[in-house]
């Protein structure tokens, strides 16, 4: 696990967690909206705790709750942005603002899902973006940023919403990430990253 940065503006990652199977697109609970947080305990904590695991063991920047198979609304991330400064964080019950208006500008560059993995596409999504929700604890969090940390913090948010990014796709690109994923479909077993 990386080191972890020391300006995390909401502490640290939980940690001690234990790396479990990536669950993948075309489970029902991938695609529908997940269940909101409202008992903030230790079991709460221990999920969080999975999540980091798994999404370290993944090489990924993000990681939501149904992608570890459960049911709830909650991301955990490490992800640098523009500049390459890291930020982490978890947020339960995100809620995601965009820029609006000439302010709204795309950066269509690769976009791919650890749940769909070894297959990338450019998907085009806002430059910037900014998210609030609650941390472990019910506090109230709020992260925003550009670059790798803006698309990271939108498809993790649209994994809490039942969304998949593959859904954002015309049907020409989504066949495309369809057979990139196939060719590589077997680094990456059922029980992968477990």
């Avoid at 479990?20 to 909101?36: E, F, K, L, N, Y």
């Avoid at 297959?119 to 506090?139: H, M, N, Q, W």
Wanted: charged share 25%; hydrophobic share 35%; proline share 9%.
């Amino acid at each position: 696990m990386p080191d972890q940065p020391d300006h995390a503006p909401h502490g640290p990652l939980p940690t001690g967690g234990t790396v479990r199977p990536m669950t993948r697109w075309g489970t029902p609970v991938m695609h529908r909206p997940q269940q909101q947080v409202t008992t903030y305990d230790d079991a709460l904590r221990a999920l969080a705790a999975d999540m980091v695991a798994t999404m370290y063991a993944a090489d990924g920047v993000g990681l939501a709750a149904c992608q570890v198979g459960e049911d709830v609304a909650m991301f955990v991330f490490d992800c640098p942005d523009e500049s390459g400064e890291r930020t982490v964080g978890v947020v339960c019950n995100p809620v995601l603002t965009l820029p609006e208006g000439k302010d709204r500008q795309l950066d269509d560059g690769d976009e791919g899902c650890l749940s769909f993995p070894g297959a990338f596409i450019e998907c085009a999504r806002p430059d910037y973006a900014s998210v609030t929700g609650t941390g472990l604890d019910g506090e109230p969090v709020s992260f925003a940023g550009d670059g790798l940390l803006a698309r990271c913090l939108q498809h993790e948010t649209d994994h809490t919403l039942g969304t998949v990014f593959g859904d954002r796709l015309p049907t020409k690109q989504r066949k495309k990430l369809q057979k990139a994923q196939e060719k590589t479909a077997d680094q990456y077993p059922p029980e992968w990253p477990a």
